[in-house]
């Protein structure tokens, strides 16, 4: 995963509006939602299970997929280092009768060479952190000679000599606040907090504010209790985090478009003209280091600018022994360096295909393979070992004489934590196809990490998710409650928002029905070290899913979800809670808009939103008479209205001044790079201040949302 899985969730997500006072139009009405009607808690019945579905169920075994696992985390596989993972992984899929093949791209990747970074007082004394990860001997992949030094991909070399100042998380709003205090920053060197926006848009704001360089690290005010401050042993002794971890990661700017920086819009290859690659990465160098080390630099604030008391922002003081004082401290100067090695260099994406009876439906089930270690056993290889396991098992489907109706596609993605950059580039050239015959894409990426399920996904899709969720038993937690349960426990039924982050994003981007899928650790659970060495099949097996059952239980999910959009007659797609979720985001607009300093009228949206429903509902009506009368054609017209409807969101031209990103309905936010925003182009004008804008894209957003529901219109 590119960044860390955002936790908001918006409170629209799978809620349904109560029968509604008439004479208000859908974003007038009081904000009234009670939870989904199948969001009550079940008292654990043992799901009844069709013979298929059964068959999927006893076949998945922890112990094959603790094997493919235990592969993918013994190789460096960073992206474009790997071509024998690529094969092994189509290899298993041809065993299972998929017909396989690897897309290559050629693309633009960097690689660390060197770093370093020095502390000076003005009496001389220095401090030279290590910026390395501690070799533990319970676990071996952490000392290999070919291990990943810590650095950011797409980072910039360079140096930096300067005071610094620590800019809390580094979003817009902390820069302003630095601002509005009168810190200094033209010139200076940012220290910043992981956490909220993606660390690409930290640094860029760095970057735009004047500063001349960024130093990353990770708080454990980031890890609630299960900290060594509060008397928890850390990793491998026990579940806190290693004080030496650090979170490498790409500091692409995600919200502006992903893929490889130098063909926007166009697969790479090796012939392909190259755009200039600083409009979406930093000038700036930038480094990631570890709580530990990070924590004299922050001390050596103390008592400068002003206190992160007197700051006042939330996430702004964690849980170090500083006061995070912004500083500068007159005279305490960082010397940073930043050595990259720039690459033009083959990725690969291995490709499994089973042809459907109908050879215009595919379903596309991906992951991506590469990582930032050796190691990797939960971003990406949770994921990677599930899906190699889910082609094992459909392959025993097949062998019992299943026929899928529509195409189904298995992708193992490569150079996805650089930036999306395998899965952007494969649907910058199949696009064509895609659009004509995708149905639904389904990515899992950081599988298991913990024991709680979540899911995000566009809303046609929520029903079938949902109801997925009651046929699987989930081990942890006690283990005789449905993963329903548990999701509902946690979750009160809130199905996420797609924002970006991981590889669904190039395809809900051009209007492909959409939804990611993982595991993560609660507040009581072992630290999962994102992007670091010691998520390793070792922490994997002794902490993060032992016996690897949380893996099993989230393949099953996967395979019964997939299994369905690829057999059943009907596409188990409800457009009529498109209509749901667009009215509760309209009234989410409506509150954006009320706290405005000027109006914007949203009248054209509401209208359109009840003709999208209008028509949702005739289709839905359609699609219960093709079932009653098992018309072969009624069928095909239906599910072709399920299939197609949701490109009408996509705009070709995009978001303003993002033209990647197609889909007015949800995007990324700016300024956080993968945490959504709901009616974008609207929402971003109406905060920035711009209502001319936002009248305008009021009228484009309506526009899109007719079409769709002109494809659904009977
Ligand atoms: C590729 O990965 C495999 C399995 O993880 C490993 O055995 C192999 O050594 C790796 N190749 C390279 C060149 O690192
Ligand atoms: C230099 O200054 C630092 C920070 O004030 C202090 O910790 C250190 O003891 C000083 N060293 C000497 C040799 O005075
Ligand atoms: C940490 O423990 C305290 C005291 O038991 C509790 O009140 C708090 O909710 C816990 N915090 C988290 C994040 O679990
Ligand atoms: C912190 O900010 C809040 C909200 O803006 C304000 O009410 C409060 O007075 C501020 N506190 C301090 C100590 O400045
Ligand atoms: C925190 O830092 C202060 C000032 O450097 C020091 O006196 C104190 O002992 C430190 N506390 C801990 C728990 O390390
Ligand atoms: C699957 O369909 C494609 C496209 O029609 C065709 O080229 C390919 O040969 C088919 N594969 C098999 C195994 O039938
Ligand atoms: C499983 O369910 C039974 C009965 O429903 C209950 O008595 C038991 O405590 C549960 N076991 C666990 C481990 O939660
Ligand atoms: C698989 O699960 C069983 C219990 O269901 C457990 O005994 C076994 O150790 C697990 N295998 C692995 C590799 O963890
Ligand atoms: C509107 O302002 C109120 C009060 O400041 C705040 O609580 C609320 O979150 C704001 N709503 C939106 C949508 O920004």
Not at 158 to 183: K, P, T, W
Not at 398 to 403: N, R, V
Request: hydrophobic share 35%; proline share 6%; charged share 20%.
């Amino acid at each position: 995963m590119l960044d860390y899985r955002y936790s908001i969730k918006t409170a629209a997500a799978i809620a349904v509006l109560l029968a509604l006072p008439s004479g208000l139009n859908a974003c007038q009405r009081e904000r009234h939602f009670h939870t989904h009607s199948h969001v009550k808690r079940q008292a654990s019945p043992p799901p009844e299970l069709s013979e298929h579905e059964a068959l999927i169920v006893s076949s998945f075994d922890n112990n094959s997929i603790s094997d493919w696992s235990y592969y993918y985390t013994h190789g460096n596989h960073i992206a474009g280092h790997n071509r024998s993972q690529a094969q092994w992984t189509a290899d298993r899929w041809a065993e299972a009768g998929f017909e396989t093949r690897l897309d290559t791209y050629h693309v633009y990747l960097n690689y660390p060479v060197s770093k370093s970074l020095v502390v000076t007082w003005p009496n001389g004394t220095t401090y030279t952190p290590s910026l390395e990860e501690a070799v533990l001997e319970e676990d071996d992949v952490t000392g290999w000679e070919d291990r990943i030094p810590t650095f950011h991909g797409y980072s910039a070399s360079g140096e930096a000599n300067a005071e610094y100042v620590y800019v809390g998380r580094g979003q817009q709003v902390d820069f302003e606040r630095l601002v509005a205090l009168g810190v200094e920053l033209e010139g200076k060197i940012a220290i910043s907090r992981y956490g909220g926006p993606f660390r690409g848009l930290k640094v860029k704001n760095a970057q735009d504010y004047g500063m001349i360089g960024a130093i990353l690290f990770t708080d454990p005010a980031d890890d609630g209790n299960i900290t060594v401050a509060k008397g928890v042993a850390a990793y491998p002794d026990g579940p806190a985090r290693n004080p030496t971890a650090v979170q490498r990661g790409s500091v692409q700017f995600l919200s502006q478009y992903p893929g490889d920086p130098t063909t926007p819009g166009y697969p790479s290859r090796e012939d392909s003209p190259r755009a200039d690659k600083g409009v979406v990465t930093p000038h700036i160098p930038s480094i990631p280091i570890s709580y530990a080390e990070a924590g004299p630099i922050l001390a050596a604030l103390d008592g400068y600018g002003t206190s992160g008391a007197d700051v006042n922002r939330t996430n702004w003081v964690g849980a170090l022994n500083a006061t995070y004082s912004t500083g500068p401290a007159p005279g305490v100067t960082i010397s940073l360096t930043n050595e990259m090695e720039d690459a033009y260099t083959d990725i690969w994406n291995a490709i499994g295909i089973i042809n459907g009876t109908n050879a215009d439906e595919t379903i596309i089930i991906g992951n991506h393979r590469d990582a930032w270690l050796i190691g990797g056993a939960a971003d990406p290889n949770s994921g990677t070992a599930i899906i190699v396991e889910l082609g094992r098992v459909f392959g025993k489907l097949l062998e019992q004489g299943w026929k899928p109706k529509r195409n189904v596609v298995l992708a193992s993605w490569d150079a996805e934590e650089y930036g999306l950059v395998g899965s952007t580039e494969w649907v910058e050239e199949f696009i064509p196809w895609i659009k004509d015959t995708t149905v639904s894409y389904l990515n899992i990426d950081v599988g298991a990490s913990g024991p709680h399920p979540g899911i995000s996904s566009t809303p046609e899709l929520h029903d079938i998710a949902v109801e997925t969720m009651k046929k699987i038993v989930w081990p942890a937690l006690g283990g005789n409650e449905t993963m329903y349960d548990v999701w509902v426990d946690d979750t009160e039924g809130e199905i996420g928002v797609l924002g970006s982050g991981s590889d669904y994003t190039a395809f809900v981007h051009r209007g492909i029905a959409s939804i990611d899928m993982g595991s993560d650790p609660g507040p009581t659970d072992p630290i999962y070290h994102y992007h670091s060495n010691y998520d390793s099949y070792h922490w994997m097996a002794n902490f993060g899913d032992p016996g690897f059952l949380v893996h099993k239980a989230m393949g099953q999910y996967l395979s019964i979800l997939a299994y369905h959009l690829a057999t059943d007659d009907l596409l188990p797609l409800n457009p009529v809670n498109y209509a749901n979720e667009l009215e509760a985001y309209c009234q989410d607009l409506r509150y954006t808009i009320g706290n405005a300093t000027e109006d914007v009228d949203t009248s054209e949206l509401q209208s359109a939103i009840e003709t999208f429903r209008v028509h949702a509902e005739e289709a839905s009506a359609l699609a219960d008479l093709a079932v009653e009368s098992g018309d072969e054609e009624l069928l095909r017209v239906v599910n072709h209205k399920y299939r197609d409807f949701q490109r009408g969101f996509a705009s070709q031209g995009g978001l303003p001044d993002r033209e990647f990103f197609q889909h007015l309905i949800f995007a990324p936010g700016v300024d956080t790079g993968y945490a959504p925003v709901t009616f974008p182009a609207v929402t971003e004008a109406v905060e920035a201040g711009k209502f001319e804008l936002a009248r305008e894209w009021v009228g484009k957003t309506a526009a899109a949302i007719l079409v769709a529901g002109e494809v659904l219109k009977t």
